[in-house]
């Protein structure tokens, strides 16, 4: 049984805004899908519209922001709601980041088109960015239901994350090693790696938004974040 | 002569969320310096300051957001004071990003503090860090100054930290070809160079808001930005 019969202009406002911000995550799941498509199929085409498209998910960024701004001005809401309209932009915030990082896969995908290919990685990268846009999509969906365990899983699903791109970086770095003309190549995968990894603290972020509804309390920040791999200098591997 | 003797109460509560936002500021170019000396001096302890201090960043971050939605409640402003408010809070998003990276880069530095140092990389990375805390500082004294020409010097300043962005990419390249002992640590200071690069591109993104409030509408976004070289396979270095 539903107890709230009655929907607030106040709800259907920013139901409109949630709206903006589910199209938002639909958009930058295509985005990374698409620049790992163009990345693994060399289609500079391809990753030259992921770079411009970005444009669109910067606009809607912008009308979430001045859309709640509008239903503050209006509304007037009180402590509770006001944090509900400040999680929806700083999700926008997330999502225009997670853009952000998608046009520079694009970005990078063209750089490199006539570079060689590094065995084997382009798969791993294709599985680590299918592996966060399903916890962006996750992420989104437990902050719409207000699903405080789907936010908490997702958090921990982020470790997973961290690491899938250790084990990358590592496997770039021997690669790198091997042959030292993997290493330019090599150093952009890497950033396309570290990419996919950031897509993957934003969903995070966005979780942590739906704890904070949820609970009033940000889940604690200072978890063991294993996203910078210590540097072996040692010459044991050769 | 000033044409405004009446300080309306909205410019009053502006004035100091805009207040936190310059203190957030400093905060970031600490951050930013503390984090190239605690690399330039191996200095761990430091690092995990750095690491720790964001925080503060963090939390300035917040009371902006929260502050600045309280005042569109409170006064309700219209298009143009909403947009002011609006831009506030990005730039302290920018800020906050900012953070990160100065976070990450103690993050980094902690993670290769027993780590070989690579030719006279570290000093250019000193250089290079002055030259984007410079433009974050003077982006927002043009914010507040709502000062367009500064604003747009900023950006074309931005090229300038893309073309010793590219330079030191390369240089570190040639290092790591040279002597694959250097190629761990030169993903890091790889990463480092990227991070600092980047907070000449949420200085960038600062002056841009200042561009929007004064003349109304966003600089185009398409100007060439060279911040991913592009990849050389051949090898006629060697």
Redesign the interface.
Known sequence: MNDKHIVSSFDRDLESIQASVIKMGGLVEAALADAITALKTRDVEKAAMVRKGD?FI?ELDQVV??DA??L???R??TASD?RT??SV??IS?HLE?CGDYAK?MG??T???A???EINGTLASLGRMSQFVEAMIKDALDAFVQRDLEKAREIIARDEEADQIYNTL?RSL?TH??ED??N???G??L??IA?NIERVGDHATGIAEQTIYLVTGQMPD?DRPKQ???????S?SKG
Chains 1, 2 share one sequence.
């Open positions: 444009r910067d922001k001045t701004a509008k503050i001005a209006l007037s809401p006001l309209v400040l932009m700083e915030s980041r520079n970005k990078r063209i750089a490199m006539d570079s060689n970086f770095l790198m090693m030292h003309r290493i330019a190549v150093m952009h890497h950033f570290k920040d996203d910078v791999p210590a540097v072996d200098t010459e």
